[in-house]
């Protein structure tokens, strides 16, 4: 399917373990981003990437770690996963003045 | 830093209304974003402001900006239930296509 997508949709887990969002995109957008969503915050920033093998910080990258070795793909890994890392998680990707965004995982941190 | 305001931050409002949600931001930028989200679900791109004094209009939504006094605004004509959801304005960081995003706006919108 053409368009951006994330994988899996919801997620829950525990404590201290380690977990991987998946962000795929089919346009080969040069920019992808990671945001996460909480109430009373709107979108935050995490990482982003310009290009394949480039990757910079955003507002908020403590305790994430992001890799892009193919254009397409930009996971995001929660090293060790903590109570506030509950959040909504976007991926978006842009080209120019265009900017779109995957439908998002629930990530429930028990 | 950018900072990126909106207000109001909830908007209940009667159909039929006009309405105007406003978009603030700290440091200069030339490209401004709205989006709209509904409950449960991604962002929506509803427009792109490249430019000062640039307006789009898309059925009862209208956007503006005005890079010089760093706002923009979101004008509501005419409301209908279906317009109800929250509305994010989003700001390029610096020309750099990082995003950064206002707290949303929650419009409801009543019979």
């Known amino acids: 399917d053409a368009g951006i997508t994330q994988s899996p949709r919801y997620k829950i887990t525990e404590t201290g373990r380690q977990v991987t969002l998946m962000c795929h995109q089919t346009?080969?957008?040069?920019?992808m981003f990671w945001y996460r969503q909480d109430l009373g915050h709107g979108l935050r920033l995490i990482y982003y990437?310009?290009?394949?093998?480039?990757?910079d910080k955003g507002e908020v990258p403590d305790g994430y770690v992001v890799s892009r070795s193919k254009t397409e793909n930009f996971p995001l890994t929660l090293e060790s996963a903590t109570r506030s890392q509950t959040s909504v998680y976007f991926c978006?990707?842009?080209?120019?003045?265009?900017?779109?965004f995957g439908q998002g995982t629930r990530l429930t941190v028990v | 830093e950018l900072k990126v305001e909106q207000n109001p931050l909830f908007l209940s409002m009667q159909e039929g209304k006009n309405y105007t949600i406003y978009c603030n931001y700290s440091?200069?930028?030339?490209?401004l974003y709205w989006y709209r989200q509904d409950p449960g679900k991604s962002l929506e791109s509803l427009f792109v402001?490249?430019?000062?004094?640039a307006v789009k209009q898309e059925g009862r939504l209208m956007a503006s900006l005005d890079t010089k006094a760093r706002l923009s605004t979101l004008h509501i004509t005419a409301a209908v239930h279906d317009l109800s959801a929250t509305y994010f304005c989003?700001?390029?960081?610096?020309?750099?296509?990082?995003?950064?995003f206002g707290k949303g706006t929650k419009l409801t919108v009543n019979p």
């Open positions: 346009w080969s957008h040069s920019y």
């Open positions: 402001l490249l430019s000062n004094g």
């Open positions: 989003a700001v390029d960081w610096g020309g750099s296509e990082k995003l950064v």
């Open positions: 440091t200069t930028s030339d490209r």
């Open positions: 978006a990707s842009s080209e120019g003045a265009v900017c779109f």
């Open positions: 990437s310009a290009a394949a093998d480039i990757t």
